[in-house]
Nanobody, 127 residues
Framework: QVLLVESGGGLVQAGGSLRLSCSAS????????MGWFRQAPGKEREFVAG????????DYAASVKGRFTISRDNAKKTAYLQMNSLKPEDTAVYYC????????????????????WGQGTQVTVSS
């Protein structure tokens, strides 16, 4: 069983920055692919970024590439999402998720590949 807890959300003006954190307990954190997803009101959940420590691969949605950076500290069992140059369209609830299939190659963008999810943290970007 893996428990994920996000933090760091809040209200920020357009052009500002936020760093989200996802603290994990239980499981073999360093072996998991960690992903960030978001869901805006009235929209479907979408992939934002993912990182696999084992294969050293990172993937970003086109809408955030160059502005967001995913990272992790395996010793602290924590994943991060650094968000810069925020735009109003980045407003959403952000979720971290863990893909515990250690035999999977690559970073998956579909939420169904992730076994554990955090409760979400609200990010609101004002114009």
């Amino acid at each position: 069983q893996v428990l994920l807890v996000e933090s760091g959300g809040g209200l920020v003006q357009a052009g500002g920055s936020l760093r989200l954190s996802c603290s994990a307990s239980g499981g073999a954190f360093s072996a998991y692919t960690m992903g960030w997803f978001r869901q805006a009101p009235g929209k479907e959940r979408e992939f934002v970024a993912g990182h696999s420590w084992i294969i050293g691969r990172t993937d970003y949605a086109a809408s955030v590439k160059g502005r967001f950076t995913i990272s992790r500290d395996n010793a602290k069992k924590t994943a991060y999402l650094q968000m810069n140059s925020l735009k109003p369209e980045d407003t959403a609830v952000y979720y971290c998720a863990a893909d515990t299939d250690t035999g999977r190659v690559g970073v998956r963008r579909d939420g169904g590949s992730y076994d554990y999810w955090g409760q979400g943290t609200q990010v609101t970007v004002s114009s």
